[in-house]
């Protein structure tokens, strides 16, 4: 696709619900990054994936959540039995490379996922 | 733990006027900065990136960077209320096969008419 694609837009899940959001990248980009922004805050990271491999997951705050990229492309951010701090914007970014002397074009955003837990 | 630090504002400016964009970084081994635009409710684009000393120019944009201090910096010349947004500070590490990326948390910038 022309950009990153992130749904649903928008999401409201009452407290204890399961939720599932999905990211897909740009076509062959290699790096993934899923990031949280509470409001008034810069995006915190949450995990990464290269390709298909979970690389980096130290930034899950709980194991409620989870995070997989089956086939190196789609990805899906899953957390389970939502909770009131969980509600934020939940950002994906992709890039074709991955490597600070190789990743001149930076990371490219999607439009974000918008949870609120009531 | 890397660090990214901007101060938060907001810094107003006069249309017109140059504004100067700050932020500082704890991890010596990052080799890669950019400065992301965020406007309210829409996702980071970016605008700069930077990875030798010294200054960058594009535009009415300079991104300058100071990796022995450091310390990055975004300057915006030709201010315009257009350019009221949050701008977010972001470096990249590689390590162990791969890179994290870390943001600041952003200033925000106020462009009066």
């Known amino acids: 696709g022309a950009g990153v694609s992130q749904s649903p837009r928008y999401k409201v899940a009452k407290r204890g619900q399961d939720v599932a959001l999905r990211c897909d990248p740009i076509?062959?980009?290699?790096?993934l990054f899923w990031y949280q922004q509470a409001l008034g805050q810069g995006p915190e990271f949450l995990t990464y994936?290269?390709?298909?491999?979970?690389?980096?997951k130290s930034g899950l705050p709980s194991d409620r959540f989870f995070a997989e990229r089956p086939e190196g492309s789609v990805s899906t951010l899953k957390i389970q039995r939502t909770q009131q701090e969980d509600s934020a914007v939940y950002l994906c970014?992709?890039?074709?490379?991955?490597?600070?002397?190789?990743?001149?074009?930076?990371?490219?955003f999607g439009s974000g996922t918008r949870l609120t837990v009531v | 733990q890397k660090e990214v630090e901007q101060n938060s504002g907001p810094l107003s400016v006069p249309e017109g006027a140059i504004a100067s964009l700050n932020c500082t970084y704890s991890d010596r081994g990052s080799q890669s900065f950019f400065w992301y635009r965020q406007y309210s409710g829409k996702s980071p684009e970016l605008i700069m990136s930077?990875?030798?000393?010294g200054d960058k120019e594009d535009g009415r944009f300079t991104a300058q960077l100071n990796k022995a201090s450091q310390y990055v910096s975004l300057l915006i010349r030709d201010s315009q209320p257009s350019d009221s947004a949050t701008y977010l500070c972001a470096v990249e590490a590689e390590n162990s096969g791969y890179s994290t990326l870390t943001f600041g948390k952003g200033t925000m910038l106020l462009v009066s008419p």
């Open positions: 076509s062959g980009h290699v790096s």
């Open positions: 930077i990875y030798s000393n």
């Open positions: 994936f290269q390709n298909e491999a979970q690389l980096d």
């Open positions: 970014a992709s890039s074709l490379e991955w490597g600070a002397t190789r990743n001149s074009n930076g990371y490219t």
